[in-house]
T-cell receptor, first 113, second 120 residues
Framework: AQTVTQSQPEMSVQEAETVTLSCTYDTSESDYYLFWYKQPPSRQMILVIRQEAYKQQNATENRFSVNFQKAAKSFSLKISDSQLGDAAMYFCAYTGTASKLTFGTGTRLQVTL | GAVVSQHPSWVICKSGTSVKIECRSLDFQATTMFWYRQFPKQSLMLMATSNEGSKATYEQGVEKDKFLINHASLTLSTLTVTSAHPEDSSFYIC????????????????FGPGTRLTVL
């Protein structure tokens, strides 16, 4: 079975600074996808960024980028120029051939002035 | 695009009653829908996967007779919590996949806003 681990229950970053959220996963599959989701206080799940395992190039979406290390099974999220609106729970997620999403335990990100 | 709605957004019911939660894909056809449960300050746990026109597949430990799932059309799935008890109080989230194209190449799921269930 696939597992997703987020070892940072909480992180804090100052506004305009950069923060990196960690995620590791375990799988024996070769074809899979990885995601970062944001869950603000409204609890609506919002897709932040996604990465196909077969792509070596790290995905980027504006201020959000990932560091995908396939051999190490690591998938970290970097948020640049942090904004107050970035404060939320962030979940790393995996999906493979079973097409089901497996979520990590989440990291609560605080953004301070 | 790719909007999923849930109804109701919150519901309070008495112990022993049944509650139905609807999940609708508004602008696409969802061949597969998923139901998750989220306890406070915890992650999403998949309860079941439903495919249009067939029986739902439940995850290990989820009581299929308690959590009835019906996916009768390509835009609607329902979750019925039968004989609800206080321990069923939780936040229930649905998601939908569109295999026809949008998000399909990424196995992406589109999430509803969730339903907060409180059983007294």
């Amino acid at each position: 079975a696939q597992t997703v681990t987020q070892s940072q229950p909480e992180m804090s970053v100052q506004e305009a600074e950069t923060v990196t959220l960690s995620c590791t996963y375990d799988t024996s599959e070769s074809d899979y996808y990885l995601f970062w989701y944001k869950q603000p206080p409204s609890r609506q799940m919002i897709l932040v960024i996604r990465q196909e395992a077969y792509k070596q190039q790290n995905a980027t979406e504006n201020r959000f980028s990932v560091n995908f290390q396939k051999a190490a099974k690591s998938f970290s999220l970097k948020i640049s120029d942090s904004q107050l609106g970035d404060a939320a729970m962030y979940f790393c997620a995996y999906t493979g051939t079973a097409s089901k999403l497996t979520f990590g335990t989440g990291t609560r990100l605080q953004v301070t002035l | 695009g790719a909007v999923v709605s849930q109804h109701p957004s919150w519901v309070i019911c008495k112990s022993g009653t049944s509650v139905k939660i609807e999940c609708r894909s508004l602008d696409f056809q969802a061949t597969t829908m998923f139901w998750y449960r989220q306890f406070p300050k915890q992650s999403l746990m998949l309860m079941a996967t439903s495919n249009e026109g067939s029986k739902a597949t439940y995850e290990q430990g989820v009581e299929k007779d308690k959590f009835l799932i019906n996916h009768a059309s390509l835009t609607l799935s329902t979750l019925t919590v039968t004989s609800a008890h206080p321990e069923d109080s939780s936040f229930y989230i649905c998601s939908a996949r569109d295999f026809s194209g949008r998000g399909g190449s990424y196995n992406e799921q589109f999430f509803g806003p969730g339903t907060r269930l409180t059983v007294l």
